[in-house]
């Protein structure tokens, strides 16, 4: 987490003012009442001088963000009292965190309407924002924890969104590697190694796409005592077949769709396919007005 304006780092150091910090981000423009503060900070137990504690930090927050500036410069004035709580004003293009939200919305946007390249491009840009375990490197009570999970729930979503992109547009070699550290990192994941499992039959390694669908299996059984879900299962049996509709897509040919391999007319000229063989960190920033 970094905090600029003016060019002067203004990030404060102690564990606290970053933990309040990063929770006055997370809901910028948006009341953060006493009760939430005393939540986060201390979970379920507060010392008896926890209202006077948070007064105290949001004070020295304060200072830290008005920097050398005069009292009644912008500094002074992001961090406000409002309704029993504080609220951190920012402006439009300030938080990185913004930037990251409106660029995923932008490339949902574009691969809704069918422009692919573009949407792909979008989140990809996006994504490039966000690095690490996530955005905020600061101490992380029960409403910043749940915040963050929130937030990598969105991530990943959008993340399978753009890689059925790619792989919509024939990008299968491209994407292995990326792919095959997405998996490692999350091996319970079906969306991510079903389409590791398509990008590696696609790229002639059928192989390597059953020993991916094997790990899943075992992975999702010794972990969480489940199995596969239905997709995995018609993946692999296409893939077992060579079905055609595995088959990268040509020009003005883009179809396919990861989470229902949508039935198409057989090609006939189509032969079954085998093959041998496998956030910079994105942290809240506020920028000069």
Known sequence: MCVTEN????T??????????????????????????????WEYSPPPSAVAAVHTYVMQL?????????ATGAGACRLVTRDQGYVLHV???????????????????ALDAGHLEAGARQIRTAHALWSGQGPVDAPAGPLLRAALAAMERDRLEAMVLRVRAELRLGRHHQLLA???????????????TGQLMLALYRSGRQADALAAFHRLRRTLREELGTSPGQGIH???????????????PTEGELRLSLD??????????????TGTGGWSEARPVLLGA
């Open 234 to 248: 018609r993946l692999i049996t296409d893939i077992l077949c060579g079905h055609p509709r595995l088959e990268p």
């Open 12 to 41: 404060p150091s102690a564990p606290k003012h970053r933990q309040m910090l990063a929770l006055l981000l997370m809901n910028a423009n948006h009341v953060v009442s006493m009760a939430q503060f005393v939540e986060e900070l």
């Open 7 to 10: 060019g002067e780092d203004r």
């Open 260 to 273: 229902a391999v949508v039935p198409r007319p057989r090609r006939a000229t189509a032969q079954p396919r």
């Open 178 to 192: 990326e792919l095959c550290a997405l998996v490692h990192q999350d091996p319970a994941n079906e969306q991510l």
């Open 91 to 109: 402006q439009d293009g300030e938080l990185d965190l913004h930037a990251y939200e409106r660029q995923v919305r932008a490339g949902r946007a």
């Open 62 to 70: 304060r200072r830290i963000l008005q920097g050398s500036g005069p």
